[in-house]
């Protein structure tokens, strides 16, 4: 593993491309570092875009190092799952391969079927991801939390939109990337929902 310094210099450079106009995705820039730290890198990365700042080392506040602490764990565990040779699945994998539907496997967590087919598209920071709800996936997918973790920060399926879109030259907008919370808002859920997440997301409005 690379010490932190490393890392921090690395997320100075991909905030430089981007305050540089140019428009490049995590996976994209990760793919050009060593091999062995690509997972933790993205994971970090992931973790100080949502942080929003990196020009100087801060102080984090208890629930900051936890979040961190959260990511380098995700990390770890997709990395180890890539070391152990066995094929990393993303979340649609594993759901596919249990034969259930978004609908369905969203009905047994008690999560809004959008939020949980955002969450397939890789469009929730993974380090805002309830502990519990990886455990849940865990047990409605009939796997452990680790495969979990490291499905979360596997690439996303490519979707038949997204490859006529390339093979056509035209640009979607990309959607954004938010937390967990905001994730849970945006997607109306029902007052079931909300009381069944009500302890991790306390200020999701009812």
């Known amino acids: 593993m690379k010490d932190r310094s490393y890392f921090i210099e690395a997320a100075l450079r991909y905030e430089e491309l981007l305050e540089s106009g140019q428009v ?13 730290v690509r997972e933790e890198l993205r994971a970090f990365l992931e973790f100080n875009l949502m942080l929003g700042e990196l020009d100087a080392p801060v102080a984090l506040t208890p629930e900051e190092e936890a979040t961190a602490d959260r990511v380098m764990a995700l990390a770890r565990a997709a990395l180890e799952r890539e070391l152990s040779g066995e094929p990393v699945q993303n979340l649609t994998g594993l759901r596919k391969a249990q034969q259930l539907t978004v609908r369905r496997l969203a009905l047994q967590l008690t999560l809004p079927v959008d939020l949980l087919a955002r969450l397939e598209r890789g469009k929730v920071h993974v380090a805002t991801i309830p502990e519990r709800l990886i455990e849940r996936l865990a047990e409605a997918l009939q796997t452990t939390t680790s495969i979990i973790q490291a499905a979360l920060l596997a690439p996303p399926p490519v979707s038949a939109e997204a490859r006529l879109s390339a093979e056509d030259g035209i640009i979607e907008p990309d959607e954004a990337v938010v937390s967990f919370a905001q994730a849970f808002a945006d997607s109306a859920p029902t007052d079931k929902e909300r009381a069944a997440w009500a302890d991790v997301l306390p200020n999701v409005r009812r």
């Not at 490049?24 to 062995?36: M, S």
């Open 24 to 36: 490049i995705g995590l996976d994209a820039f990760v793919v050009n570092e060593p091999a062995e």
